[in-house]
């Protein structure tokens, strides 16, 4: 039995006549994690050249349970000696493992439940049933939408379509070693460093703890697009940082000895946690509250401000002709950026109108100057000397700038009034079209960006 490499996660299709080169009697190695860690796995395979092993985590029984070994009608005598083995057992053997068994008693368990739930239809869903949350409709029922919008947030992400591959990054190592001032690595460095790890939690906090509270696919299925995208970033950083050739657990370990990264990320991860809780009730005006908050906070300010004002030091570069590849990725970043910012303080907005919702002005006022201190402090260590074009004040000014832009957008008040745009340029760096250096690349086909509007 061969697995296909081209795609090892895909089930095998097996049947004993369409494989006739099956030997039934051929030893599986099941290879535990540890092994897969240690390249034994790849270093056994290689050793047995001529026919790789069925290779499956012992561990997995859903996975086990989905394959049906050889024809059932013959092999249903050897039966339960064929269940997956232990995790600590290392090997067994196609003769000791079960054929169709598994599947044919799941088969009957689920015809047992269908009979005795007969089908009735069910009354067709009306758009009005709709809710962000709390909602009564079919969460497996895409249309009639109630938020067309969404769907259009969906269609317009996916208009930015890239990898980071598609970027040449050539020029930017020999930046980095041969023309970087050591102030500008710096600057460099840390911001991947925080923006790599934030990454990730925003894929943790639109992935785990706002979709599931959905109840309107249309919105949900924008999130599925954002989840991606998120995770798309997190490879973005890693190819800069494999490109350049920095020390992939020094960077990544940054923000664990860096108290001004560690201090953002630890903000985030408090708001994070207070929704994720498996007895959050929605339904409960305490709950629903930390959530709008914690949703407001992600959108209007880690997204809407940390991201969108984290990205303008390498930009600051970039207009110096320096880090050009690396600025290029952080634009098509920017652009999610903005979307996702866009769409969380929609649904901000949507739930607080459907749900009655009035946050506490002291919780607002109290998320303002913590996100303000924070980026105070970080933006002090990111620049303790001005870089050329770039400097501390123009950092914290821009993000007292942009928390107004957001704050607007979320029905709130302005916390810094009088705030100056600092950097002027930053809108029009991240709203720049990247038609014609995305056409001189070699993706033509994923551009669509043409239609991108942007706020
Ligand atoms: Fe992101
Ligand atoms: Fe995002």
Same mark, same amino acid.
């Given at each position: 039995m061969?697995?296909? &490499?081209?795609?090892?996660?895909?089930?095998?299709?097996t049947s004993v006549q369409s494989r006739p080169e099956l030997d039934r009697n051929k030893s599986v190695t099941l290879i535990t994690d540890k092994a897969v860690d240690q390249g034994e796995a790849v270093e056994q395979v290689e050793k047995n050249n001529t026919?790789? +092993? /069925?290779?499956?985590?012992? +561990?997995?029984?859903?996975?086990?349970?989905? /394959?049906?070994?050889?024809? +059932?009608?013959?092999?249903?005598?050897?039966?339960?000696?064929?269940?997956?083995?232990?995790?600590?057992?290392?090997?067994? +053997?196609?003769?000791?493992?079960?054929?169709?068994t598994l599947k044919a008693s799941l088969s009957a368990r689920r015809r047992e439940v269908g009979e005795q739930q007969p089908f009735t239809p069910m009354k067709p869903i009306n758009s009005e049933d709709k809710r962000v949350i709390n909602g009564l409709g079919d969460i497996n029922q895409l249309a009639p939408f109630?938020?067309? &919008?969404? &769907?259009?947030?969906?269609i317009n992400a996916n208009k930015n379509h890239w990898t980071p591959l598609d970027i040449n990054m050539a020029q930017d190592v020999s930046d980095y070693h041969h023309k970087l001032k050591p102030e500008e690595r710096h600057v460099y460095e840390n911001v991947l460093a925080y923006l790599t790890t934030s990454d990730i939690l925003a894929m943790r906090n639109i992935g785990l703890a706002v979709m599931e509270k959905m109840t309107a696919p249309e919105l949900q299925i924008y999130q599925a697009r954002q989840v991606y995208e998120e995770a798309l970033h997190t490879w973005t950083y890693q190819h800069c940082i494999e490109t350049i050739g920095l020390d992939q657990s020094e960077i990544y370990n940054r923000y664990r000895v860096v108290p001004e990264i560690n201090q953002k990320i630890q903000i985030a991860n408090r708001r994070l946690n207070a929704v994720m809780r498996s007895d959050i009730d929605l339904r409960q005006p305490d709950d629903l509250q930390e959530f709008v908050l914690s949703y407001a906070f992600f959108s209007g300010i880690f997204e809407g401000c940390w991201f969108y004002n984290g990205f303008s030091p390498v930009f600051a570069l970039q207009r110096r002709g320096l880090m050009k590849g690396t600025a290029e990725q952080l634009q098509y970043i920017m652009r999610d950026e903005v979307m996702h910012c866009s769409f969380g303080i929609r649904v901000v907005r949507q739930i607080m109108q459907e749900e009655n919702v009035i946050l506490d002005p002291r919780d607002i006022r109290d998320m303002w100057d913590e996100a303000e201190a924070a980026e105070v402090a970080y933006s002090k260590f990111l620049l303790p000397t001005p870089i050329l074009g770039y400097s501390q004040q123009d950092h914290h000014e821009q993000f007292r700038f942009i928390a107004n832009r957001r704050a607007r957008s979320l029905g709130m008040e302005e916390p810094f009034p009088g705030a100056k745009n600092a950097l002027p340029w930053l809108d029009e760096q991240s709203n720049m079209r990247k038609e014609k250096n995305f056409f001189e690349t070699r993706v033509t086909e994923y551009q669509t960006g043409g239609a991108l509007k942007w706020e």
């Open positions: 061969t697995l296909n &490499w081209d795609n090892p996660l895909a089930l095998p299709n026919e790789p +092993s /069925l290779e499956y985590p012992a +561990s997995d029984t859903h996975f086990v349970q989905s /394959l049906t070994f050889g024809d +059932s009608a013959n092999d249903s005598d050897s039966g339960s000696q064929r269940r997956a083995t232990h995790p600590t057992q290392e090997t067994t +053997s196609l003769a000791q493992t079960p054929p169709a109630k938020y067309p &919008w969404a &769907w259009e947030f969906f």
